[in-house]
């Protein structure tokens, strides 16, 4: 959206790949605003206005993003024949924040996939390290499921878990080993003792009952 004091010179709703991140779409709109002023001409100081710091602090600086670098090309291309001031902007009472809002949303609901500068916007590392890690962890569970051995590891642990794994490994030395012994049954219960020695038997001290194990404890 492009204002000349309170006069809304001209409003646009883009649309990017779903797999696109919001990052990529406050640059690309910066960008898009940008050109627009460039196409418009004239000697007017510019004022831009975002509420991602994230992205004006990347402007400022050098990354290895096509989009990115346009985008500075273009700023740089206005600012030889005007001063151009970036701000970062709160949403809380501001009807120009609210405007953008609703362009974004209406932005959603379009189809079409952008191009900018014959550019591809190409979807985040961070979207392409998901993918990669889903397909580890789908091919990690199949397997870990076909595999006939660690019964008693799968009681426990029927998946990846990658919490269950932090929690696990910020346990002290002797917890850490404790719990080990209990997942694996490799441990002091009858149950496992059975297996060594089969003249002892397996039920529980306690209840006298059911076998003693890791699971029935």
Request: charged residues 30%; proline residues 2%; aromatic residues 4%.
């Amino acid at each position: 959206m492009i204002k000349k004091r309170e006069e809304i010179l001209e409003m646009r709703a883009i649309n990017l790949d779903s797999r696109n991140s919001v990052y990529q779409a406050e640059v690309c709109a910066i960008k898009s605003a940008i050109d627009t002023l460039r196409r418009r001409r004239g000697s007017t100081d510019v004022t831009l206005y975002s509420d991602s710091q994230s992205v004006l602090v990347s402007l400022r600086k050098f990354f290895q993003s096509k989009l990115l670098k346009a985008c500075i090309n273009s700023l740089n291309t206005v600012g030889r024949d005007r001063k151009v001031t970036l701000c970062v902007k709160a949403h809380v009472g501001h009807p120009g924040n609210e405007l953008a809002d609703e362009l974004a949303r209406t932005g959603a609901k379009l189809g079409d996939e952008l191009k900018v500068d014959d550019i591809k916007i190409s979807c985040p590392h961070s979207y392409v390290k998901e993918i990669i890690k889903k397909g580890f962890t789908q091919k990690w569970n199949l397997r870990w499921s076909l595999l006939r051995e660690c019964r008693q590891m799968k009681i426990w642990l029927p998946g990846v878990s990658s919490s269950k794994s932090a929690e696990i490994l910020c346990c002290n030395r002797d917890n850490l080993s404790w719990l080990v012994q209990l997942i694996m049954g490799h441990n002091k219960m009858k149950q496992h003792e059975l297996l060594i020695d089969p003249s002892l038997s397996p039920t529980c001290q306690k209840c006298q009952e059911d076998d003693e194990s890791s699971i029935h404890v």
